[in-house]
């Protein structure tokens, strides 16, 4: 008995393993298409939940390794760190024992069915609420297999993730069933990849684009006294930036370490980049307004004038805000939230374009949300402005870009993605 323990635990922990290789931090995507198999092995002849969880235990450990870098900013990244992966590894051990309890003996075929709407639905229920997190998703294993990840603009990106565990569950049955199950698993490839012969979208107006990506350390772009050094080399990368006649020239996330819309030195230097280069200029930039501080993107107009702002509406939970800080206030934790983060983030009144622009903040690009009310609200191209500094040398910023690209495929526009510190980048309707 202690054996066939041993050797589920051991099944659950490959299956977690193999999930984590398959993301994009590390990169192996086909993976995906089998890292579930072992899983459902674990599964067999008893409870769900702890193999569940400790194959989300492995994964989450794994895929989000990068946010120990906060190490260095604060001591609580580790305890932080650990609950977040306790937390999330709870999702697949629901998941594991919604599969165990709704199978039916001698009808296994339905968790054809059972296992993509119980993954999908808990992988959905996880981007959500206050603390949210767009990471980890299981169709963002896919990002550099375009052909593959069309489906997306009709069903949005959880319908990939709902082919991949179908596929997974396929295979599991033709290894422990009957291999004709093996057939569904190939059809539902052979589906995907037909979503790839949809027409491409045609865009009607041509746009020259420059994108400033730099390499700030973020101790050196927290730190005020480096405001004018890094505000003398934007502005000359911004000048670099003119010999190529843009239309648009776009910044990273909160760049300077100033408030640009309150200092009119600062903003004077970028209304005249403007004005000069007869283009427009977008920059991301903290900003404080009736004594609340907000994380904006700014579009200065080919006039040097402010054409408008952009707040941001969802920021990162215990990293921009804190959520619930009235429960923790009123449990005797003031010392505690009043050192790890003063005060939260002021969040914007809605996903409103400026112009045609829809911008994201940093975290924002990990949300389908986004894009979707977006576009809705009219904008013809996105802009995805982060600061990935806080992470340097992590796997971060290939997750961060990943997550990009499926934005681009879902609202089948142009995402554009300026970066300090990460990946900058153009992805097309198409996610190339």
């Known amino acids: 008995m202690n054996n066939l323990r041993m050797k589920k635990a051991g099944s659950a922990l490959l299956a977690g393993g193999m999930i984590a290789l398959a993301m994009p931090g590390i990169g192996i995507g086909p993976l995906v298409f089998l890292c579930l198999v072992p899983l459902f092995f674990s599964m067999e002849k008893g409870r769900g939940f702890l193999p569940g969880f400790l194959a989300g235990t492995v994964f989450f450990a794994v895929d989000l390794r990068w946010l120990l870098a906060l190490n260095r900013f604060t001591p609580l990244a580790i305890p932080g760190y650990l609950l977040l992966v306790g937390y999330l590894a709870t ?53 550099h297999l375009p052909s593959l990840i069309q489906l997306t603009a009709i069903a949005g990106p959880w319908a990939i993730t709902a082919a ?29 990849a037909a979503f790839s012969l949809l027409p491409d979208t045609e865009d009607e107006d041509s746009l020259s684009v420059a994108v400033i990506s730099s390499s700030v350390s973020q101790e050196m ?34 760049i300077l370490p100033g408030h640009i819309l309150q200092d009119t030195r600062l903003l004077n230097a970028f209304q005249d980049l403007a004005t000069t280069a007869g283009a427009r200029v977008l920059f991301g930039t903290g900003d404080v307004r009736r004594g609340e501080i907000y994380n904006s993107v700014v579009l200065i107009s080919p006039a040097g004038e402010v054409s408008g702002v952009y707040d941001m509406v969802h920021p990162v939970p215990f990293g921009e805000y804190i959520p619930a800080r009235g429960l923790f206030e009123w ?35 990990t949300f389908p949300i986004t894009t979707r009310r977006l576009t809705a609200n009219g904008a013809r191209l996105l802009v995805a402005v982060t600061n990935d500094a806080w992470f340097a040398k992590s796997p971060e910023p290939k997750s961060h870009f990943a997550a990009a690209v499926f934005r681009a495929v879902e609202s089948r526009r142009t995402l554009i993605q300026a970066a300090n510190g990460g990946l900058s980048g153009i992805v097309d309707p198409r996610g190339r």
Request: aromatic share 10%; hydrophobic share 45%.
């Open 164 to 192: 991949i565990v179908f596929i997974n569950a396929s295979l599991y049955l033709a290894v422990r069933k009957r291999p004709r199950y093996l057939l569904a698993g190939i059809t539902m490839i052979g589906l995907l």
């Open 331 to 365: 449990i005797g934790l003031v010392p505690l939230t009043g050192t790890f983060l003063p005060q939260d983030l002021a969040t914007g009144e809605g996903f409103e374009p400026i112009d045609d622009i829809g911008a994201l903040i940093c975290f924002e690009s």
């Open 221 to 254: 772009k927290l730190n005020e006294q480096n405001l004018d050094p890094l505000l003398k080399r934007y502005v000359k990368l911004g000048e670099e930036a003119k010999s190529y006649r843009p239309d648009l020239i776009i910044f990273p996330e909160s």
């Open 91 to 143: 999702h697949l051990g629901l998941f594991g024992l919604t599969v165990v309890w709704l199978k039916k003996p001698g009808r296994e075929w339905t968790i054809l069915i059972l296992a993509p709407g119980c993954y999908t639905l808990l992988e959905m229920l996880r981007a959500h609420g206050p603390l949210g997190i767009g990471f980890c998703a299981l169709y963002q294993s896919l990002y």
